[in-house]
């Protein structure tokens, strides 16, 4: 097992598009593993592969309390979504920033498991969130880039102000 780096936004790697896995193999459970414990540790509740600089389709989710929920997505395709929510969002890639997005309230997704057999994942509520925001990333998309222009200008600002006290 290992911890994983992950990107801070603004950097330019978290706009990559991921790429389908063309074979679930011992490989990718590897990564998948490596992003379970980056994601448990960070803490967060979701983590997709682009975070890690890793620009394969890969998401690990787990929204639950006990922390012992883990979902691993492998080329996601969305089927369906449905109604609208709007949710505090944050990302482990915009450390400290929290603003509302409006997303679909449901969502249907298929995607491969760990054994490379595909499933159907029905979620809605903040799980519909995670996955909205974790197959954002894939698509080298951030939360921040549905705020306005002005908020995502500050946002950068305050980012590099804290990059700054941390270095
Ligand atoms: O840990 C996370 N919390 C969170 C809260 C509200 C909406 C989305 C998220 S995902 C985030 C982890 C992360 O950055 N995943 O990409
Ligand atoms: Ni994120």
């Known amino acids: ?34 992003m379970a414990e980056t994601m448990y540790a ?4 979701g983590l997709a592969a682009t975070q890690v600089n890793v620009h394969r389709q890969v998401i690990v989710i787990d929204i639950s309390e006990e922390r012992n ?5 492998i080329n996601p395709e969305l089927l369906a979504r449905e109604g609208e929510q709007v949710c505090e969002e944050g990302c482990l890639s915009v450390p400290g920033i929290y603003e509302k997005v409006s997303r679909a309230e449901r ?16 979620a809605e509520g903040l799980l519909a969130v995670c996955v909205q925001h974790e197959m954002d ?22 980012l590099a102000k804290q990059a700054r006290i941390t270095a």
């Open 1 to 34: 097992m290992a911890l994983l780096p992950i990107l801070r936004y603004p950097d330019e790697r978290l706009h990559c598009q991921a790429a389908p896995v063309e074979r679930v193999d011992e490989e990718v459970r590897k990564l998948a593993r490596d």
């Open 42 to 45: 960070a803490p967060g509740i």
């Open 69 to 73: 929920r883990l979902v691993t997505l």
């Open 107 to 122: 969502v249907t997704v298929r995607a491969l498991g760990l054994d490379g057999e595909p499933f159907t994942l029905q």
């Open 137 to 158: 990333h894939l698509q080298g998309r951030i939360f921040v880039e549905y705020l306005s222009r002005l908020k995502q200008v500050r946002i950068r600002g305050r």
